[in-house]
């Protein structure tokens, strides 16, 4: 009796533990009947023919993050580089992701490899560094477009790592450097040159202010010579019209005559006080001659 009892309880536990399933949260479970897709079982509670239908898939329902290796890549520039990442994605169907392909993880996995690997290749290295945003969209639009049978959604891919190799780093950093000396060359250029400039600036201004100085100098010197020029004139005509007054006069002309006499006498005796060998006038009559040509310019003036 016992050991009857005992079989049944055991056969009774087991339909019952084949014929009520709890399905979690978190997860989608998949039941064939005799071996033929039935449906996809929802979180919560479902009752199974026992002996009919079978549990055969469990699918993680919530979103799911896979490394992907790293892998060697060509760019466009042939720059080898390795390249790793992560990709986001979330089961939407069971049946497909159950029947459409054999591993979706994998699939997943293997196709951001040979995407990346193809986005990478018609990038340069420098562009691969700077469009990493545009490149993880590319990457998710093209493992979403290949995944849309396999029932699973591609939210988002990250590329973690961009590492060339060795002697393209190397490169690089000449490169760089190469570049750092060109700008600070092209900077001193430019300096040098507005220096240039400036100086030239300088030298025009201040030949400009020199000319204008020597101008204005000239200006100068030529308005006072004359003005000199006009005040000698007009001495010289005042003391000539004061002379012509003085001889009309009364004993005017002996006046004149005297002073042309003396200054004469005063030449002559300069003259012979310079001369190396001494000398007297031997035609008395050019000196009478010159008296009589006196007397007749004061003549003339006393007429007029």
């Not at 790793?84 to 459409?100: E, F, I, N, Q």
């Not at 060795?166 to 450097?177: P, S």
């Not at 310079?274 to 008395?284: D, H, L, V």
Request: proline share 2%; hydrophobic share 40%; charged share 30%.
């Amino acid at each position: 009796m016992l050991t009857t009892f005992t079989v049944l309880t055991i056969i009774v536990l087991f339909v019952l533990y084949n014929t009520i399933t709890i399905v979690s949260m978190r997860h989608s479970y998949v039941v064939e009947r005799l071996g033929k897709f039935r449906k996809v079982l929802e979180p919560g509670i479902h009752f199974l023919v026992p002996f009919f239908d079978h549990i055969t898939y469990r699918h993680e329902i919530r979103e799911q993050v896979f490394d992907i290796p790293s892998q060697t890549c060509i760019t466009q520039d042939n720059m080898q580089v390795e390249v790793d990442g992560l990709v986001y994605l979330k089961l939407t169907d069971p049946k497909k992701a159950s029947y459409g392909i054999g591993n979706y993880r994998n699939s997943a996995i293997n196709l951001a490899q040979t995407t990346m690997r193809s986005e990478i290749g018609k990038l340069s290295l420098g562009h691969a560094f700077s469009e990493r945003q545009v490149l993880n969209e590319k990457i998710v639009k093209e493992i979403d477009r290949a995944s849309e049978s396999w029932g699973i959604k591609v939210l988002r891919y990250e590329i973690k790592n961009i590492k060339p190799s060795k002697h393209i780093i190397q490169t690089l950093e000449k490169q760089m450097e190469a570049e750092r000396e060109k700008r600070a060359e092209i900077t001193l250029a430019t300096a040098d040159k507005e220096s240039k400039i400036k100086l030239s600036e300088g030298d025009k201004i201040e030949a400009i202010n020199i000319s204008e100085g020597e101008k204005q100098k000239r200006i100068n010197l030529a308005k006072g010579k004359a003005a000199e020029i006009e005040l000698m004139s007009h001495a010289t005509a005042e003391g000539i019209r004061l002379v012509a007054e003085a001889i009309s006069e009364n004993g005017g002309d002996k006046a004149v005559r005297m002073q042309l006499l003396e200054q004469f006498v005063e030449e002559v005796g300069k003259v012979m006080e310079g001369a190396k060998i001494s000398f007297m006038p031997t035609e008395m009559a050019t000196i009478k001659a010159a008296f009589e040509g006196v007397d007749k310019v004061t003549n003339n003036m006393k007429a007029e």
